[in-house]
């Protein structure tokens, strides 16, 4: 089954403490990228990838990391969390370029206090 | 930043009536649109998608893009009780150094009254 998971899928956190959110599909796609939804702000874009090690930032980068040594995966690292990282967060991934069909993971509820 | 725009209502149909979701765009080059459902709290499932004028039917759905007025619409027919979800219209965005993948706009919450 064609899929893209994401772990965990609940997180709540302290301010501070590194934590990466796991990004993984099985769709042999060269596009992967992470959104975060906030209520009233829609979906916006933190980073995307186009293909393995070759990564761009998105519309909201700041606080976050990623890295794509591996076509299937695709990982969200917060270095040091803060409260206003606290939103939900989708990984999605696309055949060849990111204008095409988007399929979204189960999405990262986190909360950080 | 291009940019996608819908009314975040909530836009509330009587069961069996016809839904009509509007979605308008900034940029008259964009060529591809997609409409997501999305249930609370979970992920954006797409439903359709549209890339050249005119209409696009797939079962109770029609999507229709209209690239004059630069309008994007949703159609459901037979409106049902579990079509009351959030419908997020996307299309494509360039940021300036190079692609990155859709725009989404906010998403217009629909009600299916019984």
């Known amino acids: 089954e064609a899929q893209v998971t994401q772990n965990p899928r609940y997180l709540i956190t302290v301010t501070g403490k590194k934590l990466t959110v796991t990004c993984s599909q099985n769709?042999?796609?060269?596009?992967m990228s992470w959104y975060r939804q906030d209520p009233g702000l829609g979906l916006r874009q933190i980073y995307y990838?186009?293909?393995?090690?070759?990564?761009d930032k998105g519309d909201v980068p700041e606080g976050y990391k990623v890295s794509r040594k591996e076509k299937r995966n695709f990982p969200l690292i917060l270095e040091s969390p803060s409260p206003n990282q606290t939103s939900l967060y989708f990984c999605?991934?696309?055949?060849?370029?990111?204008?095409?069909?988007?399929?979204f993971g189960p999405g990262t509820r986190l909360t950080v206090l | 930043q291009k940019e996608v725009e819908q009314n975040s209502g909530p836009l509330s149909v009587p069961e069996g009536a016809i839904a009509s979701l509007n979605c308008t765009y900034s940029?008259?080059?964009?060529?591809?649109f997609f409409w997501y459902r999305q249930y609370s709290g979970k992920s954006p499932e797409l439903i359709m998608s549209?890339?050249?004028?005119g209409d696009k039917e797939d079962g109770r759905f029609t999507a229709q893009l209209n690239k004059a007025s630069q309008y994007v619409s949703l159609l459901i027919r037979d409106s049902q009780p579990s079509d009351s979800a959030t419908y997020l219209c996307?299309?494509?965005?360039?940021?300036?150094?190079?692609?990155?993948?859709?725009?989404f706009g906010k998403g217009t919450h629909l009600i299916i009254q019984p």
């Open positions: 996307a299309g494509p965005a360039i940021s300036g150094g190079g692609a990155d993948g859709l725009t």
């Open positions: 549209i890339y050249s004028n």
């Open positions: 940029d008259r080059g964009s060529q591809s």
């Open positions: 990838s186009m293909n393995v090690e070759v990564t």
């Open positions: 769709m042999n796609h060269e596009y």
């Open positions: 999605a991934t696309a055949g060849t370029s990111g204008y095409n069909e988007q399929f």
